[in-house]
């Protein structure tokens, strides 16, 4: 059992306000991920629930205990760090056991407790090594066995496979995720890549600037993104964004910019209607764009001319342009399709999105 | 190593190893030769017939037995030892905690603070002695080792502290905060952390410590005077050079015999040290 919430958490470094009101509630077992740019606050904010850095003002509670003036080791977390932080003097049976003999546990209790975790993690015959004699992978099952161990509140991670190589990222991930099925320990996990967000999260908080953007499960995320950052930077290939202005045609509300032209669908054009004569970004995502055909309604068909053909074998990445605008689209990879080729392309009208051209807010 | 041609190898590379080694050693080549020289051939005019000066065909021992026996060298050389190592521990155990304080917790003006201890370092112990003298005299520890051991530290503190400073901050610091996350508070951390990783820059501080009271001449000059109480450098230099005669055999056995402890604890250490001053800490 364990709840950590964050109330209206600021932190300020000198001048540089890092951390803005964040209001945020990490339910009990639940993977939340912190994902934003470099630089957005997430790390800072992670280190102020592990008591690394001091909190300028706000308040965070680990269950019902706030924990503002209680220093890290009392906390009962564990912390995974991006460069595996290993004691390099130790070997990995101490490193692992370094927290529990710090807090006095019996030696036999010591030992059931390293065992458990090296079998749950695969590292039995790496105990008598030290860290230098580990690969990256290896180091980083150390570290995560080094959490398990203690068998804390909170599993906090910060950007821990971001020191490894694409294909055991992908490879770890995976064992992450079901490393948290089996323990069910609340864990909050930084990162700045979204797909480690999406795959890994239960919930995902986006941040910039030290501002939270929007909190929600990843699918919630994807399709109904709170505002223009969340859609670009939650998704990948990113979404298309085209500036447009809101007119009326017939009644009926229309996206229109040059060599673009597209019909606003349904409740957005309920939204979009008090918008009408206002500057507004049109966003859809590359895998919502197809080509057209006659079952496609012409006001969500436009013109576009392919400029670069990527050929992902599961997909092609087509770079168009689009009157002024530039776009990707993802299409079948059965397509024939070479550069400077004109097509026609439909989106699908329920996939729109529209922004706020100053507030950057989703319409 | 250099690519290339055999020539620019040797021209770029081989030569001026050697001749670097070459000036290097010279001078110890020459003390040892000179120790085992007897006195006959030592005072030989350069012209003489005979005259062999990078070579000896009758070594002989008498000017080692001439610092036993005549002079209080065995005596200096367990001066010299005990003030070296008891300086050098207050020295390390100051200048580990201060360089620690300096490098990881965050006071107001560590920063200068570090700044102004390294200039105690800078200022020259030529003009520092004149004081001091003042204050040992005033606390009675003229020709005591004390008068050493305490005044040593006024220039190994700083330079302890500063190298420690630096190795502590090339440690990274989630190894500290992962320690405290795991239960350690800080002092603990420090102890059973930072300090075993710190390891090769204590050694390399210490031997550096080691080596300049070890060979300290100002003050062990200034403030010792009965012969029982100097230190290997200082005794040797008063000891045997009377006025304008320098007893050459036996001076160069004294230094010969005063550098070998300082050889035998680099060699030691001699690993250790190298990865201390180039500062490698891997994860």
Redesign the interface.
Known sequence: MAEVSLHKLNKKFDTTHVVKDVDLQIRDKEFMVFVGPSGCGKTTTLRMI???EAITTGEIRIDDRVVNEV???D?D???V?????????MSVASNLA??LK??KFEKAEIEKRINNAASILGIESLLQRK??QLSGGQRQRVALG?AIV?DPKVFLFDEPLSNLDAKLRVQMRVELKKLHERLAVTSVYVTHDQVEAMTLGDRVVVMKDGVVQQVGEPLELYNTPANRFVAGFIGSPAMNFADVTLVENGGKPVAEAPGLRIGVPGELATRARAKIGRKATLGIRPEDIHLATAADAPEYCFEAVVEVVEQLGSEILLDMRVGSAVMVASVEPTLRVRAHDKLKLALKPERLHLFDAESEASI | MIEGALWRRWVFYNIPLILFVFVLLFPFYWMIVTTFRPDGELYLPWNAPNYMPFWTNNPTFEHILYLFEETNFARWMLNTMFIALVSTVISLFCGVLAGYALARLNFPYAGGMGTAIFITYLVPQTLLFIPLAEIIRNFQLGDTPWALILTYPTFLIPFCTWLMMGYFKAIPKELEECARIDGASRWKAMVYIIIPVAVPGILSSGIIAFTLSWNEFIYALVFLSSPDQKTVPVGVTSELIRGDVFFWGPLMAGALLGSIPVAIVYSFFVEHYVAGLTGSVKG
Do not use: C, D, E, S
Request: no cysteine; net charge positive; proline share 15%.
């Open positions: 592990a008591g690394l220093p890290p080791m906390r977390i564990a912390m760090f991006q460069n595996y932080a290993l004691y390099p003097h370094f927290g710090m807090r860290p230098r080094r203690r």
